[in-house]
């Protein structure tokens, strides 16, 4: 797990060799390991390394082939790479490492980019071919590993994260076109980002550079709805997931440091630490968020399980300074604003581990890959859908539970194409009307595209439409978190449910074994499920919920700013212009909380704003 960053000045002009390590260095948490960096005249790539496999200075990047003709710059993992290491000795190859980045190099040498669909693992990287100086830019089939691009009219330049771009002197701006995309569902999908001139490549993708800087080729070489549509017919689901979990959370131990499980207590996270006690993992360490709250608390569950599987349990709460501390640094570390405003805990957490731990598994996806969510439960039935309809006709005064008045907002919006694309918002078009806020672009093309892919692949079930959209939309945004609040600590974060295998197959299942009845998740559920204590299967559903509003307002830091908000600069851009802070503000101070959700956004947007933007990177 690394950092990786390089700069292809098109006008042939010698590379700038305090440019390049500034982009690297604004990464040093990605790998505060070793760093290198290696210059052909006016091509350039820098590296920061993150030892997890073969810890000597023999993995260093970046790395050449011994016959000097190719570079590669790789962040991630291939956890299969003994066996093809195995395969590509058999043929005669030599390594001179144990390292999976030289059986990687080895791989592209041998077969291009054919041989992607061999791995098992993460990875985003940058593969150099010397003799006609082209590059080859690369991420892994679910977009775990990031890797964005910027082009100048000198430069083309990629790294890691959006703030190597700024460290080398790029201009910091905010992309008014995409303002109302990240207000309305808090995330700018597909190749764009917030940032004016910053672009990422897409999960599946791999992009082409010649030696003028200049994109020749773009090409999706994974596609998830041909994957599963030519996935081998799975007889006994139940069977074939528990096999392939227990495989990809073998495959995710693979490591020459030690390796511990983020437990929250519930279903997902529970099926990983039984997985390693099945595979007979035993020095395992779990890592909970605590809350004095017993509404938001599940870590006397996670301290119940962890103990009777007799793995080392660490619980943390992160509360007043040293959550304000915490929100800081990963306001800096995650560049784009928060979708998920969990980043600030689970960057303390992965700080926590980083004491004893270099790997965290995570049980992220499930909900998304087999039918979790709450939310999904509006399209699990098309009679039930059709019911819910009839919230447009009840007077909004008559609706006093929380939940059901958000359930009227997202209804209220008839169209069930568009209700599915708004499926994991927390502020819907009820909200921007009765804020008088208009003219929005709701229908980002990215979205759209996918939701029309999406309806190719399940023509007759909202549901998987649903699900096989937020593959391309949710899932990114998880993934994002993930790795910066990982890499901020400088730790390695590994998903296992997101394993191409367990993704294609469930895609592949008919529309039988995704009802959402009771907690949803049938085949995980009724395979793992039927392994775990009742006290975690039948535990309520409660995800790492924060208090943000009572936080916001009653503890001093983010008081502080919840009070002068209203002043932020970021209201001045564009569609956020149209929104009364003030209005808003009063509203939530005085007990009126149907808003919390949209008052909970702008006020991590414009405290992002605040503190990224006043920040020399």
Known sequence: M?????????????????????????????????????????IGFAHRRLSIIDLSSNGNQPFHSSCKRYTLTFNGEIFNYQEIKAALVQEGFNFQTETDTEVLLQLLINEGVNCLHKLIGFWAFAFYDHQNKTTLLVRDRMGIKPLFYAQTNTEFAFASEPKAFFAYGMEKAVDESHIDELLFYRHVSGENTIFKGIKRILPGYFMAVNSEGQITQTSRWYHLGEEAKKYPSI???????????????????????????????????SSVIYAQSQLGYKNISTW?????DSKHDESKIAARYTKELGLDFHSFEFTDNQLAALTEEAIYNSDEPFMHVQEPHLLGLSKEAKKDVSVLLSGEAADEIFGGYVRYKVHGNQFRHKLLQLLNYVPTKYIKDDRWRKMQKYVYTKNESSQIMMNANIMYIKDLEENNIGGLNLLPSYRLEILKEAKTYFPNSPLRQLMYLEQFTHIP????????????ASIENREPFEDYRIVAGAFSLPDEYFSTKGKGKQVLMNSIGKKLPQYITNHRKIGLSIPWDYIMLYQPYFKEHFD??????????????????????????????????????????SLWYEKYFSTTH
């Not at 909970?288 to 004095?292: G, K, P, Q």
């Not at 209005?583 to 959700?597: M, S």
């Open 564 to 605: 002068k908000m209203h002043l932020s600069d970021f209201f001045k851009i564009g569609s956020m212009s149209q929104i009364n802070v003030t209005q808003l503000k009063n509203d939530f101070q005085n007990g009126k909380k149907e808003n919390y959700a949209f008052v909970r956004q702008i006020f991590f947007l």
């Open 477 to 488: 945004t998880l993934n994002d978190r993930n790795d910066r609040v990982s890499m901020g």
């Open 288 to 292: 909970n968020i605590a809350f004095s």
């Open 2 to 42: 690394c950092g990786i960053a390089g700069i292809i000045n098109r006008n042939q002009a010698p590379i700038n060799e305090e440019k390049l390590i500034a982009m690297r260095d604004s990464m040093v948490h990605r790998g505060p390991d070793a760093a290198g960096i290696y210059i052909d005249n006016h």
């Open 235 to 269: 007889e006994k689901p139940y069977q074939w997931f528990e096999e392939t979990f227990l495989s990809s959370v073998n495959y995710r131990m693979v490591s020459d440091v030690k390796v511990g499980t983020m437990l929250s207590g519930g279903l997902d996270s």
